[in-house]
């Protein structure tokens, strides 16, 4: 049976991760409360400013499993509301703040890295533009192979990324581990899957999420994977 979670749940939730933040060192998120959503707009880094959206579908979706932060809020998905006691988010909040934060800079230069692909299209495009004149236009099979080139630079660089990303947010798993525990991480885990919930996203090779969210590209493990991973984290312990 769920049970409710109210005011005072979720400020020993917002204690818990203040207690997080300063054992990892964490600079970058100072909340104050906390909510639920099942998406938000992405936020300027260290602020509360949110940026401008791109045809009103610019979003940030919170998935199952993990939570998520702004400058001045812990964000906690809303399917999971009353499913678990506010001790037993400490395991999710410790690997989503390791992956948010303690991981930030190693996953924006990889995602810079990956996609080289789409910026080599984006020259490319450029110096059509560039050579073309009024009066000759752009040559035809010129114009074919660069949208051809396009659509392949976006699957391509969304496919890497995603590998990179759920590899990355395992990697957090594995450091959270070192925090909290095998035992706890692994226990909440098979709790939500015994609940029956589960990312709608988690696992999907390309595609999900919002139009035009950076979500689209970010790869999640399942609760199956993150499990997994848990026991070979154990085994190699």
Request: proline residues 6%.
């Amino acid at each position: 049976m769920d049970s409710p979670t109210g005011a005072a749940d979720e400020q020993d939730i917002l204690r818990i991760t203040k207690e997080l933040i300063e054992q990892l060192n964490v600079s970058s998120f100072r909340p104050v409360s906390v909510s639920w959503a099942k998406d938000i707009p992405w936020t300027f880094f260290d602020s509360e400013k949110p940026m401008p959206e791109f045809a009103g579908s610019v979003k940030r979706d919170v998935p199952v499993g993990w939570c998520v932060f702004t400058w001045d809020t812990v964000i906690l998905p809303t399917e999971m509301k009353g499913k678990l006691d506010p001790e037993e988010w400490r395991p999710l909040l410790a690997s989503s703040l390791i992956y948010e934060a303690k991981l930030r800079i190693k996953r924006d230069l990889v995602f810079i890295f990956l996609s080289t692909p789409i910026i080599i299209d984006a020259l490319g495009w450029w110096e059509l533009f560039a050579g073309s004149t009024p009066a000759s236009g752009i040559p035809a099979l010129l114009l074919i192979l660069d949208i051809a080139g396009l659509f392949g630079a976006l699957a391509l660089t969304g496919l890497l990324v995603k590998r990179f990303s759920r590899r990355l947010r395992l990697r957090a798993d594995a450091l959270a581990v070192e925090l909290v525990g095998r035992e706890a991480l692994a226990k909440v885990l098979e709790k939500i899957k015994a609940q029956g919930l589960a990312d709608s996203y988690a696992g999907v090779t390309w595609g999900g999420g919002y139009p035009f969210s950076s979500e689209l590209m970010n790869g999640r493990p399942t609760l199956t994977e993150r499990i997994t991973n848990l026991a070979g984290t154990q085994s190699s312990s």
